[in-house]
């Protein structure tokens, strides 16, 4: 056999080699961050559900008065802010003002 040919595929052999650290390293970066995103994903599908059901039970009901449908509003005390209230009222609320 040729040395000089046998070097040359000696070195390409370790080039390849150190490439397929590196390839193996930037797979293992992409993974792990792949799995942080998904657990961001999680995290936001529940804090948007979570908000969904807070705005929900925020929201006034609607009601029946004489057989029409109507929004209930809440009573106003201290606890109740008017951003409570549906948007319709707090326009009214503004126009007063």
């Known amino acids: 056999m040729d040395p000089e040919l046998l070097e040359r595929i000696t070195a390409r052999r ?3 080699d150190e490439r397929e650290a590196q ?3 930037q797979l293992a970066e992409v993974g792990a961050a792949r799995d942080e995103l998904a ?7 529940r804090m948007s559900d979570q908000l969904a059901d807070e ?6 009901a ?9 929004m209930m509003v809440p009573h106003r005390t201290p606890e ?11 326009r009214i609320l ?4």
């Open 14 to 16: 370790a080039e390849l």
């Open 62 to 70: 609607p009601g029946q008065v004489g057989g029409r449908a109507v």
């Open 39 to 45: 657990v961001a994903e999680r995290v936001l599908e």
């Open 23 to 25: 390839l193996a390293k």
């Open 80 to 90: 109740v802010e008017e951003a409570m209230l549906p948007p319709d009222y707090q």
């Open 55 to 60: 705005r929900t039970s925020i929201a006034p």
């Open 94 to 97: 503004a126009v007063v003002r």
